[in-house]
Every structure is written in structure tokens, then in C-alpha cells.
């Protein structure tokens, strides 16, 4: 009984919470796990598992699947880093602070956590991952000026979409075609074992992070710490806010808004800090606020997943 418990509910942010915590106070964890796995083969299983799951009797493409579609790509990759400025401007954050904060909005969704959360929510898997590759591909092309854009000078950024697109399309793309062949070509139905695997893959990255960016985030100041986490927590929770009570008045289904809530709402860390390397500015301390904001998107997002996943019946 609790051993069920905590596998439905609790098992990602407990495991999120420990990941940190052992990312930042034993880093040589981090390091094996990052040498004897490596990250991109936890994003590949974390796709191929999602490949794996998907039931064609769920996938319907309706004109209001497009309309969920285009409504989350306008909020997520052209109207959150506008209210990154503005929320910055208001808090009187830093320079590096307000950089940070704008370039983490401007980023397209997380390639693996938001489909990992949509699935323990109970949601439209199907729409979550079209939801994240569509918005990783879009953002490819809508980040530069975007952030030049939202950015009070011009900022000159290096950007290349073919590179982008063939990581995107090696490491998602063709584990969840290969998954979603398994299942209806050789007609084999994931095994029950397998349902916590998105979730340690999750965790397993997590404590490789950490491990790498401990120092940065031990030397980084506790005002510019708190700062972010709180700009970061604000912006986060209006963002969810828009989604589902939007997506509420518009009509959208209860599991399709579980399925933006926790794509379009959220962001990618790993682009957030490949961009940051081309832009011309002190990155090093504009990674904190970034890494601070996933953490805090990570933990509200997943004891959120665990919550609608309990109760998903009360949320219409």
C-alpha cells in the first residue's frame, strides 16, 4: 500500500529532491551516472518508452487540437519572454538576472519531464509530445529575436537550426517512431515493469546536472538566488494559471489542458544554456537564475502531476 503510494504520487518529487541533493553534496554520484550512461541515452529511453505507450485510439487531430496547438506556441515561445521582461522590470532584478530570466522563457518546452508529467497527470500524452516536438522546432527559429527583441540592447546570437533540429530528430524523433513501431508492428504491449522508467531517467539526469553546476550555484549569491526563485516561481505559476483557466473557457478538455500544462508551460534547460553560450555576456552568472527557475518549474510541476494524477476525477 505505501509502496504504491509513493510510486503514483510522490516517487518524482522525492526523487527530484534527492537528485538535487545529492547532485550538489556528492558530485562524484552525478559524474558516474554521466559516465557509464550519459545523458542523451536518458532522453532517447525516456521518447522510446512514449513511442512505446501511445494508442492510436486516443490520437484524434481535430480543428481544436490545432487551435490548442497554435494558442500554446503563441504563449509559450512569443508571449513568456515579454512577461519575463516585464516581471525583471518590475522586481528590479539584475542585469545577469533579467538575461537569464528572458532567455529561459524564450525557450521551448523540456524534451522529457513535461511528457513524463503529462503521463503521471493522466493527460493527453499524445498531444504533450506533438505539443513538444512542434514547440521545439518552432523555437528553434523564434529564440533569436525573440530574446533580441525583449532584450533592452542588441544582442547578437549564433544560433543554428540544422544542428538544433538533427539532436531533435536523432534523440526524440526516432526513439518514439521506433517505440510506436514495437507496439503496432510487432504488436508487443509495454511491459507493467516499465511504467517508472521516464521517471528514474528524469532523476538520473537531474543528478548529472547538479553535479556539474554544484559550484556555480554554491559561490552564486543567496540574494540573486532568492531573487530568481521567486521571479522564477511567480512567472511559472501565471503562466500554468493562463494555460488552464484558458484553456477552461475556451472548451479544452480536461486531459488536453493537462497536456499543455505541463509542455507549454514549461522550459528546456539544456537549449537555455546552449544559447546563453553565444550570447555575448557574463553566462556564467546568468545560468543561476536559469537553473534556479528549472528547479523550482521542476518540483511545483511534478507534486502538481502527482496531485491531478491522485485526483484527476475533481478537475473539470
Not at 36 to 55: K, Q, R, S, T, Y
Not at 264 to 286: E, H, M, P, Q, R
Amino acid at each position: 500500500m505505501i509502496s504504491r503510494f509513493l510510486q503514483k504520487k510522490y516517487l518524482l518529487p522525492i526523487g527530484i529532491i534527492l537528485a538535487i541533493l545529492l547532485g550538489i553534496l556528492a558530485p562524484p554520484v552525478g559524474q558516474a551516472v554521466r559516465g557509464a550512461i550519459g545523458n542523451n541515452p536518458l532522453v532517447v529511453a525516456i521518447f522510446f518508452l512514449c513511442g512505446w505507450e501511445v494508442d492510436l485510439k486516443e490520437c484524434r487531430f481535430t480543428r481544436k487540437t490545432l487551435a490548442i496547438f497554435l494558442c500554446g506556441a503563441i504563449l509559450a515561445l512569443i508571449l513568456s519572454p515579454w512577461m519575463a521582461s516585464l516581471l525583471a522590470h518590475i522586481m528590479h532584478l539584475g542585469e545577469q538576472a533579467t538575461l537569464g530570466l528572458i532567455v529561459i522563457s524564450a525557450v521551448p518546452p523540456t524534451l522529457s519531464s513535461g511528457i513524463v508529467f503529462t503521463r503521471n497527470a493522466l493527460g493527453n500524452v499524445f498531444l504533450a509530445m506533438t505539443v513538444t516536438i512542434g514547440y521545439n522546432i518552432i523555437g528553434v527559429f523564434t529564440m533569436p529575436p525573440m530574446i533580441a527583441w525583449c532584450l533592452s540592447s542588441c544582442v547578437e546570437l549564433e544560433i543554428s537550426p540544422l544542428t538544433l533540429f538533427v539532436n531533435l530528430f536523432l534523440h526524440v524523433i526516432i526513439p518514439f517512431i521506433a517505440g510506436f513501431c514495437i507496439k503496432y508492428l510487432v504488436r508487443c504491449n509495454r511491459p507493467q515493469w516499465m511504467a517508472q522508467i521516464p521517471n528514474l531517467c528524469v532523476i538520473l539526469l537531474l543528478i548529472s546536472f547538479f553535479a556539474d553546476f554544484r559550484v556555480m550555484l554554491l559561490d552564486s549569491p543567496l540574494s540573486l538566488l532568492f531573487a530568481s526563485a521567486f521571479a522564477g516561481m511567480l512567472l511559472h505559476i501565471l503562466q500554468l494559471a493562463i494555460i488552464w483557466y484558458g484553456g477552461f473557457l475556451a472548451g479544452f478538455s480536461v486531459e488536453d489542458r493537462k497536456a499543455m500544462l505541463f509542455t507549454a508551460g514549461t522550459k528546456t534547460l539544456s537549449i537555455t544554456l546552449t544559447v546563453l553560450t553565444f550570447i555575448k555576456a557574463d553566462t556564467g552568472l546568468a545560468a543561476v537564475p536559469c537553473t534556479v527557475f528549472y528547479t523550482v518549474q521542476m518540483l511545483l510541476d511534478s507534486m502538481l502531476s502527482g496531485h491531478m494524477g491522485k485526483k484527476g476525477e475533481l478537475y473539470t
